[in-house]
């Protein structure tokens, strides 16, 4: 069966610094996709930026990058200038190729990540 | 438009009552999923409709009734439920449902049961 680890239950950065969030998958898949969706106190979870297990390019939405090394099975996640509005829980997310078709979206535990002004 | 809604926001409910949480999205998407989500942890899959059909389940209870009447609108009714079943319900919506989309999560329905 598939597994996410998320590490670190808790991280604190400083506004304008940078911060890496871990992330570590069990798979015996080559095919498959892998998430960082943010959930905000009280607001809706969202996606943060998706990785193809196929691209060896590591994917980056702005502030927003990941360090992707499959055959060490690890997914972290990498906030620069961090900003009051970064302050949410992060899951890292699995889900298995199905040739197309769906799979379940394995959730990681979570990380708290804080933001000190 | 990228918004589910869902309603209520807040339910509170005693072991004997029957209620329904609604959840609907006007995105075109044609997966919609619920996620139950204990405090402090990850969401779990509960169900998984495709193109208005069933398609997961979880094997959740069978006090959690899903229903998909139309591809806008996912419901989810509830019967003799346990204080154990207290948490957040999340709505998601996809496209197709397939591995790499984006599923966009609705606010969620928090549920107290007595």
């Known amino acids: 069966a598939q597994t996410v680890t998320q590490s670190q239950p808790e991280m604190s950065v400083q506004e304008a610094e940078t911060v890496t969030l871990s992330c570590t998958y069990d798979?015996?898949?080559?095919?498959?996709?892998l998430f960082w969706y943010k959930q905000p106190p009280s607001r809706q979870m969202i996606l943060v930026i998706r990785?193809?297990?196929?691209?060896?390019q590591n994917a980056t939405e702005n502030r927003f990058s990941v360090n992707f090394q499959k055959a060490a099975k690890s997914f972290s996640l990498k906030i620069s200038d961090s900003q009051l509005g970064d302050a949410a829980m992060y899951f890292c997310?699995?889900?298995?190729?199905?040739?197309?078709?769906?799979?379940?979206?394995?959730f990681g535990k979570g990380t708290k990540l804080s933001v000190k002004p | 438009d990228t918004e589910v809604t869902q309603t209520p926001k807040h339910l509170v409910m005693g072991m004997t009552n029957k209620k329904s949480l609604k959840c609907e999205q006007h995105?075109?998407?044609?997966?919609m999923y619920w996620y139950k989500q204990k405090a402090k942890k990850p969401p779990e899959l509960m169900f998984v409709?495709?193109?208005?059909?069933?398609?997961i389940n979880e094997s959740v209870p069978s006090r959690f009734s899903p229903e998909c009447p139309n591809s806008s609108l996912l419901n989810l009714h509830l019967h003799a439920l346990q204080p154990e079943d207290s948490a957040l319900y999340l709505c998601?919506?996809?496209?197709?449902?397939?591995?790499?989309?984006?599923?966009?999560f609705g606010p969620g329905t928090r549920l107290l049961v007595l």
């Open positions: 997310a699995y889900r298995k190729n199905y040739g197309g078709s769906q799979g379940n979206l394995i």
């Open positions: 995105m075109g998407h044609r997966a």
């Open positions: 798979t015996s898949e080559s095919d498959y996709y």
């Open positions: 409709y495709s193109y208005e059909k069933l398609s």
């Open positions: 990785q193809e297990a196929y691209k060896q």
């Open positions: 998601a919506s996809s496209q197709q449902g397939r591995a790499w989309e984006t599923q966009y």
